[in-house]
């Protein structure tokens, strides 16, 4: 996390949305990721989605892990309330806060290594139940806080920033949540903003487990030729005295292509990531025949982006578990104790 806030002083000619906000009103404290890092395009893209929503920034609670994607909360939404867990726990805190309070807009942001690996587990128990959230990987592939090793979702074949070659299958996240149940799966890339911020906005709106990949390029370990999932990186060091990483300055890699469309984005090292935006005939009404539409584009050796799946009739947790309409952390002794005559009911109701 940083400290260095930004300042608070606003042009006075700003825009503000429909409940008085500029977009400077969703910011966060400044970055210290790396110049270019794809994830601070992602923290834009929320910053430009809860604008355009018009959402008041204490009425979202955003969560995360352990890891560079998990840092980002502190970057957006600097008004909400936020909490960091540890390293893959994000998604059963977040689910203990949305059953204490379910009038808050929820919003969990995580990485591969976070969510693919230790939270594995945890990611699938939030998709199956139907946690209401809007949940983001920022996917880079590598475990960028621990020097490039591979994660979860390296795919095989693909070659470290020391030339190992990874001979592990990947985890495809995306197609887990429409397995286990999610019921609004949707991938993207960080450098298409104009894709990416209507997908955020739907997932805040949507009404049960929401999920988005972001394929989220790192700038520093995965950045090499056999890397199927960044671009190059420099590194200098001064051998005598200490270890230095030198990051260089980088602009960041943006993309616009319309619906149906395939492109290639060439990275900083010469090679390409080829990308397919779901046609406007798409339909995302079928769990099933999203994934195999996903793998079709997969063996030609296209990433599809865009809104997979979604089921507008989608329920939640709460609706599953009946639970009170009164969010829990605003009860008080007279409805938490009602007595012992609708205890012994309870009871009875047990047998």
Not at 78 to 90: D, I, K, L, Q
Not at 96 to 107: E, K, P, T, V
Not at 210 to 235: L, M, Q
Request: with cysteine; charged share 20%; proline share 4%.
């Amino acid at each position: 996390m940083t400290y260095i806030t930004k300042p608070r002083l606003h042009h006075p000619t700003l825009q503000t949305n429909k409940v008085g906000y500029t977009r400077r009103d969703y910011e966060g404290r400044v970055s210290t990721l790396c110049a270019g890092c794809g994830h601070d395009s992602i923290s834009a893209a929320i910053i430009q989605a809860c604008w355009e929503l018009n959402i008041e920034p204490h009425r979202v609670a955003k969560l995360s892990g352990i890891g560079c994607s998990s840092k980002t909360p502190d970057y957006f939404l600097g008004a909400s309330h936020g909490f960091n867990t540890v390293h893959g726990r994000m998604p059963s805190v977040l689910t203990g806060a949305n059953l204490a309070n379910r009038d808050l807009l929820y919003l969990g942001v995580s990485g591969d290594g976070d969510s693919a690996s230790i939270g594995l587990g945890q990611f699938a128990n939030a998709m199956r139940r139907g946690v209401k959230m809007a949940y983001i990987v920022e996917n880079n592939g590598v475990y960028g806080l621990t020097k490039g090793q591979f994660s979860a979702t390296a795919d095989r074949g693909s070659k470290s920033k020391k030339g190992v070659t990874n001979t592990d299958s990947p985890i495809d996240l995306v197609g887990l949540a429409l397995q286990l149940g999610a019921t609004y799966v949707a991938r993207a890339f960080s450098g298409d903003k104009e894709q990416l911020v209507p997908l955020i906005k739907g997932a805040i709106g949507h009404g049960g487990a929401a999920f988005i990949d972001v394929i989220s390029p790192c700038v520093a370990f995965n950045n090499h030729n056999g890397s199927t999932k960044s671009y190059d990186y420099v590194r200098q060091h001064n051998e005598s005295v200490s270890r230095i990483d030198f990051m260089p300055q980088r602009s960041e890699i943006t993309a616009e292509y319309a619906s149906g469309d395939v492109i290639e984005v060439e990275q900083h090292d010469g090679t390409f990531l080829r990308l397919r935006k779901v046609d406007t005939s798409y339909d995302p009404s079928k769990r099933y025949e999203a994934l195999s539409y996903m793998n079709d584009h997969h063996e030609r050796g296209e990433i599809v982006t865009g809104l997979l799946y979604l089921d507008p009739l989608a329920l939640d947790l709460h609706a599953s578990l009946n639970t009170s309409h009164l969010p829990l952390n605003s009860m008080q002794e007279k409805e938490l104790c009602p007595g012992t005559k609708v205890l012994s009911k309870i009871n009875e109701s047990l047998r």
